[in-house]
């Protein structure tokens, strides 16, 4: 089982869709959470870090739910623009730390 | 804030060559620079961990002495490729975390990337 798993889409939705993404990690030892986007051959670029009361950042919410080991992330009101990889990535300390990127999740906004 | 600044951006040359690619963090210092690399429709993969002032810690399958990872100063990390051949083409990408506490719980920021293409 991979440490931490997204679905890898894609996902095709029209514009002013909501969609959410899902992500699981394995490891109760991850401490910190954080949602990036990685637009076709750029880097990924940070998008919101995810806390357990909840995160929002204008039509992006985060959520992390430690007792399910499980982080979403929302988009509402979808746009062309919001078009791109999203991935999940857990920061753990087993002993080291350690950064884990979950493999994506690909969307496409269609006019 | 935390801009990682990667350099150069793009990179085509014979196969032999030997590349070098510097990151470095403009306004904050890192302890702890990491090194990725990417090939079209994948996900990042973790070549190395590089540590200020010590020697890098490289994922399983990677070559140290064929990507020599030098992390001199609190801003800068140094990738080189030795005798580049055609299958080390790639995305590299690099990435840094700041020294706000000794904690995992800063987000990496990533430079720009670094598109290598060996003839």
């Known amino acids: 089982r991979k440490e931490v798993e997204q679905d890898p889409g894609p996902f095709n939705v029209p514009e002013g869709a909501t969609v959410a993404f899902n992500c699981t990690y394995s490891?109760?030892?991850?401490?910190?959470f954080f949602w990036y986007r990685q637009d076709c051959r750029k880097e990924p670029k940070l998008l919101m870090s995810v806390y357990s009361s909840g995160n929002e950042d204008g039509r992006f919410t985060a959520q992390l739910n430690r007792a399910s080991q499980y982080i979403s992330l929302l988009i509402r009101d979808s746009k062309l623009s919001d078009s791109a990889t999203y991935l999940c990535?857990?920061?753990?300390?087993?002993?080291?730390?350690?950064?884990?990127f979950g493999a994506g999740t690909r969307l496409f906004v269609k006019a | 804030g935390a801009v990682v600044s990667q350099h150069p951006s793009r990179v085509i040359c014979k196969s032999g060559t030997s590349v070098k690619i510097e990151c470095r963090s403009l306004?904050?210092?890192?302890?702890?620079m990491f090194w990725y690399r990417q090939f079209p429709k994948q996900s990042l993969m973790l070549m190395a961990t590089s540590n200020e002032g010590s020697k890098a810690t490289y994922e399983q399958g990677v070559e140290k002495d064929k990507f020599l990872i030098n992390h001199a100063s609190l801003t800068l990390s140094t990738l080189t490729v030795t005798s580049a051949h055609p299958e080390d083409s790639s995305f590299y990408i690099c990435s840094a975390r700041g020294t706000e506490g000794r904690n995992s719980n800063q987000p990496q920021h990533f430079g720009d990337g670094t598109r290598l293409s060996i003839l």
């Open positions: 990535v857990v920061n753990m300390n087993t002993g080291g730390f350690k950064t884990i």
């Open positions: 490891n109760s030892a991850s401490q910190s």
């Open positions: 306004d904050f210092q890192a302890t702890t």
